[in-house]
């Protein structure tokens, strides 16, 4: 069946089920132990959305389409998805011969009640504005399901990867929601044994899976929210792998036996915000030139090497370069005081100006630190800066008021396109966005049309320099998840994949 790459809607057309995860059937052997800093809320993939949430989902749960061990988007549960030439309606292809961990085979039936729970506002699934264009779910046959869109939607497959996982109907009728969420099943690699609550999860290789069994028996996830702790149980060999280590202990993890480091690329960016949108009228912000006056006032390269340790890349704007097409032609703001003391006098601010800026501590990694570096930066500009400084509740909880003229703030990659920045974290209408644009806006909603990549690429690169030119925020830098793993362990994280899978890990004996 023919399709056009330039108009990808014109006719019906076919995915295949190509680039399927590796067949594996080998016995799985061996126990893997990962020590990382929190846990998930909850084990209802349908109810939470923090980002240990999203690593338990991805190795019990699978949706139609999935994102594989190399992170690329395939066809999981479904073989194949028709698109109908209006863009409104998928036809999934259920593959057959899938089971749940009990052994019962899933069903179209389990395909439409784990959809309709997915977007019922009962619910309350976190993941809903992802899956939020569905308007009703069909059964076909046996073997077919249909989604019907209430608009057109250019990466449904992606954010159906993210947040369309699949329960089974019967089971959670059984024992119902709080049973499902203390006991959970599905159909993913690794099958659920039992948790203990700030402690540990463990799993265990589902043999049966359609696809890809385990090369490791267990699975064990332990919380261990002290940074020292974890490195003291990688060092002991209580911990195989340890995750999201503060980069200044890059030195001591590198000088243990028997151990090595990963620096992953994780896709997500890190901005100063401006509140251009709920900010107080007379705020300096609101003048682009101020803008790029303190742009140029933060030695960004200083803060990476010196703080960070170089876990991290310098960005021009928006775009984490893991996981978007960045546009190489658009340079970082240049670090220049002098220029930046210039640019304030043009705007009427010579004698410099004062700004409150709120920042959390604990959130993000040393984000106290580097609040406090660029406070001192920009106040040898001239910028006089109250710096509040907040638990990361509290930070977190005000937030959404929406009145910190400028934050230090880190949006993270879940679909792996720039969409879900622009539509989350920068349309004005976004829940999370300080940000209005008028013509940004007609851009980021004209990109829900566009499904050619290059043509996606293109398109994402002209609203990077859009928000470059406005100087929308404080461009930083795009984070590395410093991970510390035993000599034994094979395994390594995709980039901009933040999200472990342990799907092909493997422990030598």
């Avoid at 259920?94 to 997915?118: C, N, P, Q, Y």
């Avoid at 059964?139 to 209430?150: G, Q, R, S």
């Avoid at 509040?388 to 230090?408: A, F, H, I, R, T």
Wanted: aromatic share 10%; with cysteine.
């Amino acid at each position: 069946m023919k399709f056009s790459s330039q108009n990808p809607f014109a006719a019906l057309f076919l995915i295949c089920a190509l680039s399927l995860p590796s067949l594996s059937f080998s016995a799985p052997t061996g126990k893997l132990t990962v020590a990382v800093p929190s846990e998930p809320a909850t084990l209802d993939p349908h109810k939470a959305s923090n980002r240990y949430n999203y690593m338990f989902n991805t190795n019990m749960f699978e949706g139609l389409y999935i994102r594989n061990d190399k992170a690329e988007l395939v066809p999981a549960l479904a073989e194949s998805v028709a698109v109908a030439s209006d863009g409104l309606t998928y036809t999934f292809k259920l593959r057959k011969g899938v089971k749940f961990h009990d052994g019962s085979a899933m069903t179209a039936d389990d395909v439409k009640f784990s959809i309709e729970r997915a977007i019922n506002p009962n619910t309350k699934n976190p993941l809903l504005a992802y899956i939020k264009t569905i308007d009703r779910v069909d059964i076909i046959n046996a073997d077919t399901v249909a989604m019907k869109l209430k608009e057109r939607d250019a990466i449904f497959l992606k954010k159906l990867a993210f947040a369309g996982w699949i329960v089974p109907r019967n089971y959670i009728q059984a024992v119902g929601e709080d049973g499902f969420a203390k006991k959970p099943m599905g159909t993913g690699p690794f099958k659920f044994v039992s948790r203990s609550i700030n402690e540990q999860i463990e799993m265990e290789a589902n043999e049966l899976h359609w696809s890809t069994v385990p090369k490791v028996k267990n699975l064990v996830i332990r919380t261990v929210p002290e940074d020292a702790v974890r490195l003291a149980m990688l060092q002991t060999g209580e911990a195989d792998i340890v995750a999201e280590m503060p980069p200044p202990l890059v030195e001591r993890i590198n000088a243990l036996r028997g151990v090595k480091t990963l620096s992953h690329p994780s896709g997500e960016i890190y901005w100063v915000v401006f509140n251009i949108k709920d900010g107080a009228k007379d705020s300096p912000l609101l003048n682009p030139m101020v803008r790029k006056a303190l742009n140029h006032a933060i030695d960004k390269q200083a803060i990476i090497t010196n703080v960070l340790k170089n876990q991290a890349v310098q960005i021009a704007g928006a775009l984490a370069p893991s996981v978007a097409a960045v546009d190489k032609n658009l340079q970082p703001y240049a670090y220049n005081p002098a220029l930046a003391k210039k640019m304030l006098a043009d705007a009427g601010y010579p004698n410099g100006l004062k700004v409150d800026m709120y920042s959390s501590v604990g959130r993000y990694t040393l984000d106290k630190d580097i609040s406090l570096v660029i406070a001192n930066q920009l106040k040898a500009v001239g910028v006089d800066v109250n710096l509040n400084l907040w638990e990361s509740s509290k930070w977190v909880g005000d937030l959404s008021k929406k009145y910190y003229p400028m934050s230090y703030q880190a949006f993270g990659n879940t679909v792996f396109d720039p969409e879900g920045l622009m539509i989350f974290g920068l349309h004005s209408k976004a829940f999370w966005s300080f940000y209005k644009n008028d013509a940004v806006d007609k851009m980021i909603d004209d990109s829900l049309k566009i499904s050619e990549q290059k043509e996606r690429d293109t398109h994402f690169q002209k609203i990077d320099k859009m928000l470059y030119d406005d100087a929308s925020h404080i461009f930083l830098w795009e984070s590395k998840i410093l991970i510390g793993m035993r000599d034994k362990v094979t395994w390594r994280p995709q980039p901009g994949d933040n999200v472990y899978k342990f799907w092909n890990a493997s422990v030598d004996k």
